[in-house]
């Protein structure tokens, strides 16, 4: 599929898809439950069609097509790990860049503090780099450059000095 060479199947389900996970964890048996609307794995990606639908309504929220594709092109390189494949000579900057911010929202998120610049980001970003790659991948395509600069909805202020490479966490 064009650009995402180790792609090789699409699958749509009309529906959210309801995972049935039963796991034993140190002699302990897990029955969980869990909703999908996406999800990449390597060479397949699922899309649930009536989360498209829904999110075509409100283009500002989140995007299951941009996110589960910001995963396959994460996986180009044979690694999960919010970077897509670049030129060599532009790594340094973007794992610099990239990761430099996914520690300062992470670390904003675990502590529970108000959250600045980023305020309009979904907190699901800060599970890891890959998802903080995804979600950021959906708010680059679906939400405007000036909601972005305005904080979108929600924003508090804060001591600019953390969000500026300051000392402040």
Known sequence: Y???????????????IIVNNKSIQNYIAKNETYLISGEA???????????????????KEHNVIIHEFAHELDFEEGEINGIPPIQKNQ????????????????????????LGKYSF????????KAEFFAVMSE?????????????????NSEDSS????????
């Open 2 to 16: 064009f650009c995402y060479e180790s792609l090789k199947y699409i699958y749509v389900y009309p529906h959210t």
């Open 41 to 59: 794995v390597g060479e397949s990606v699922i899309i649930a069609w009536d989360e498209v639908k829904k999110e075509l309504k409100h283009l």
């Open 91 to 114: 790594f340094q900057e973007w794992t610099k860049i990239m990761y430099n911010e996914f520690e300062k929202f992470h670390q904003k998120t675990l502590k529970n503090r108000m």
């Open 121 to 128: 980001i979904d907190k699901y970003a800060a599970t890891n």
């Open 139 to 155: 708010y680059y395509f679906n939400k405007p450059k000036s909601e972005e600069d305005s904080g979108g909805s929600g924003s």
């Open 162 to 169: 953390e969000d500026s490479g300051g000392s402040g966490n």
